[in-house]
């Protein structure tokens, strides 16, 4: 139950084609020219439409970049689109994949404000209002806490950006491949998402989604080979080249590219209701036990990811028992979020975190309901 670290099992294929990859194949792309380069250069390609259908990016492949993973996309977008004298507002939930470059670009002169969250991770979108300022060049939010799951008003907050022309960058960490997520109708300036949640792939291989004019403000963080203009030491114009240096990671595009067939044949809706299900029956299960659930506690209003606050108990020991009695896998501690934790006022003891899959059973939830209550009667 640890899915909001990574999902487990991967989409059925992933393993497969990686392994095709590797033991097959073995080439680089935008390199060489031989057929079996131009083969896996269309998988390249196909993957980039995958995750431009996914999520309804009006934009060109091209402004879909493969990235190592979300804090790579994320450090890439802060670090480079952010100026000395910029402002930035997030929310108060963001994962120290945002925080930590942001606090290092203080040092620079950049400075952000965060949007109040109530003590269940709620946020209500008018409180952005009072913090936008004549700098306030971007606002980057998580779209689901990957502490305590709550969503993120994400449509209204997308409007208030669209009435005032300020970007919009979006941590789609806990919610790409869970929740629906529309680029154009939002009217997003870019999506950072990882291969190896919910889309249900490998780790090492994530991608951000980049609006023209977002990606045009944007200087890459990294240089080096891109295969193309090998007459010059200057870093390409164009994209994806100018964010994509060095060699590709192929055997996680060619999971991923699994993964995305398989979670576009199911469709996001399906795995949102069958994780909404697990959530309800975790949270009815626990709604009457001498604990906290640091959260909505409604499935509604939340991904499948639940902190509990074992009060009166260790937390980590609680986590660790689970394990040792009941081989239930759960995360404990801070979640590499500590503002996320003291607006949850789960700071400095941390949660339990529960997270569902796409392949958790109600058989499964059940069990670790029953480890949770033996634990408490033993206390
Ligand atoms: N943002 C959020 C909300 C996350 O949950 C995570 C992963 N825990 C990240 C960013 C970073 O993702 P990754 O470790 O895959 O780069």
Redesign the pocket.
């Known amino acids: 139950m640890d899915n ?2 990574t999902s487990f099992p991967k989409a059925p294929g992933v393993g497969q084609a990686m392994a095709h990859y590797i033991e097959k194949m073995g080439v680089n792309v935008g390199r060489g020219t031989y057929e079996q380069a131009s083969e896996a250069g269309l998988v390249v390609l196909e993957t980039r439409q995958q995750l431009k259908t996914l999520f309804h990016f009006p934009g060109k492949v091209k402004h879909v970049i493969f990235t190592p ?4 996309s ?1 450090n890439q977008i802060l670090r480079g689109y952010l100026k000395p004298g910029d402002h930035v507002v997030v929310s108060s939930l963001e ?1 120290n ?2 925080m930590r470059p942001l606090t290092d670009l203080q040092a620079l002169g950049v400075t952000f404000s965060r949007i109040p969250a109530d003590r269940e991770g709620r946020t209500k979108a008018e409180d952005l209002l009072p913090l936008l300022r004549e700098n306030t060049r971007l606002v980057l939010v ?1 779209h689901a ?2 502490v305590s799951g709550t969503i993120f008003p994400l449509e209204e907050v997308a409007r208030i950006c669209r009435e005032r022309g300020i970007p919009l960058a979006v ?1 789609g ?2 919610t790409a491949g869970y929740l629906p997520i529309d680029f154009e109708k939002l009217g997003l300036s870019a999506l950072s998402v ?1 291969g ?2 919910g889309l249900l792939g490998p ?1 090492g291989i ?1 991608a951000m989604l980049l609006a023209p004019e977002f990606a045009k403000a944007m200087e890459p963080v990294t240089t080096g080979g891109t295969g193309s203009a090998s007459d010059s030491e200057i870093q390409p114009g164009y994209l994806p080249d100018r964010f994509e240096s060095g060699t590709m990671n192929l055997p996680g595009i060619f999971g991923l590219h699994a993964a995305l067939d398989y979670v576009l044949t199911q469709g996001v809706e399906s795995g949102r209701a069958h994780i909404k299900q697990c959530t309800r029956q975790f949270l009815q299960g626990v709604q009457d036990l001498p604990l906290r659930v640091a959260g909505p506690a409604d499935p509604e209003l939340q991904v499948g990811v639940v902190s509990l606050d074992f009060e009166g108990l260790d937390n980590a020991e609680v986590s660790f028992a689970l394990e040792q009695q009941f081989g239930i896998q759960t995360r404990c501690g801070l979640h ?1 979020a500590p503002n996320a934790h003291k607006t949850l006022q789960t700071f400095p003891q941390g949660t339990v975190r529960f997270s569902f899959g796409h392949e958790t059973t109600p058989e499964e939830v059940a069990y670790a309901l029953e480890g949770i209550r033996a634990i408490l009667k033993g206390r």
């Not at 993973?69 to 790579?72: H, L």
């Open positions: 909001a670290a993973g979300a804090t790579y994320l994962h994949a945002v998580n806490s990957n941590d960490a806990q990882p190896h949640k780790q994530g590499c």
